[in-house]
């Protein structure tokens, strides 16, 4: 053989690996906190419109049974990190768990095959981001207006503004300013939607004209379920009308808040001249009873959907920005919330149960080329399921210890059958009165064992009875159907080596 003819083979053989150099997809994942799939127009709600999480849905998929396996802020955020349930990956809960940051993540895997990474935004894992290009994160839970930022050199950093938008800013920054001749992993935390739900400026009055119809269980009375009945985020007792509602007596009053006494002078009086005049209309009413209740639940709705107006329109700037860089072709974008959020339903808001409002998460994708846009995908997925799909689309081998699975394969192939049952294991036990529980749902069944604060064992139906008001656990009729969805919890909690939860699945209890 030649020279020349060596060369050309030795340029063929590299040919593919050059071209696939080239191709790896960027992956911008957009993070938000509390976001109900119940408020998504996507996912059919006709509460209001959020034309940028529907583009994502148009252009790729949406997934209609996306869930999550500990429905709580902090947690959430480690399993999409590790692929690791909190068992495992350590953080269990918001209030003692710390993040172990030197354990492996998918950003990580990425880093080390050559991605730029970074997170930007709300983190919430109590120690600092180990393992990125880049990072700048709000502390803690953040706050909405003139946030705070932790920087890389260790200083802090007060940013004028709202949170939304200056998320999506520094995103854009440092997109602009990236190693153009690399693939970047790039993870977008939103602030919104959590509680105290805090309005960008020009949202105030979105919703003033409208109003919501009440969820059918919003007057649950929680019978035949202990832990329920024993929670404590109620709109009608856990809600407050100053610190969630923003109802103030006086501007003294109101400046006792932080979130509002760090406000600018003029972010201030148009937010207080807003909320003056809704607080002079409810005095004006004299309402009590009920009729306080379902007011309260209209200012939840219209504060909670004017502050996700903020999220959709920062998430159009995301793919706007990837237009205008002509980088939409090669980059997957993949929206998802912590978890979901109940909206009324059984009279509450906040999240924690594995009830299917909190447990249930909007999760949506879009992957030219990969995903045939408009597609809507039904299979059951979790957020444990991310750190493994975005190493598979980066083709990069995915570590044995993480527990999520690649859905890329279900996506490309809709005869393949996915998981047939989730699990899902709850620990916090402080704030809002849940008790710990775990579970798990076929889809069509749902099987809770809470423990700690409530010793009880919760099943549903969810074909019949999808609001979860009618617990059937005991009824001789299930007896079947209970044993074996026993023996199938048991068998998950074996495949996941969640050592806690045998134990206390071994332990007998007098039911109910
Ligand atoms: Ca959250």
Redesign the pocket.
Known sequence: MNKNMNAILAFLFLLPLFSFAQQRPNIVIIVS??HAFQTIGAYGSQLMQTPNIDRIAKEGAVFTKAYNTNS??GP?RAVILTGKYSHKNGFKDNENSSFDGSQNTFIKELGKNGYQTAWIGKWHLETQPQGFSFWQILPGQGSYYNPDFLLMDGNKKRMEGYAANIVEDIAEDWLNKRDNSKPFCLVIGHKNT?RTWMPDLPDLRSFDNKIFPLPDNFYDTYNNRKAASLQDMSIAKTMLLGYDLKMFDSKEAALKEGSIKRMNANQQQQYLQYYDSVNQDLKNKNLSGNSLVEWKYQRYMKDYLATALSLDRNIGRTLDYLDKNNLTQNTIVIYL???GFFMGEHGWFD?RFMYEESFRTPMLMRYPGIIKPGTINKQMLMNLDIAPTVLDAAGISIPEEMQGKSFLPLIRNNKLNGRKAMYYHYYENGEHAVSPHFGLSTGEYKLIRFYKRVESWELYNLKKDPTEMNNLYGQKKYQKITTKLIKQLNELIKQYEDVEAEKILLKPIAQN
């Open positions: 906190d509390d709580i802020c959430s959590h919330s912590d978890q999240k």
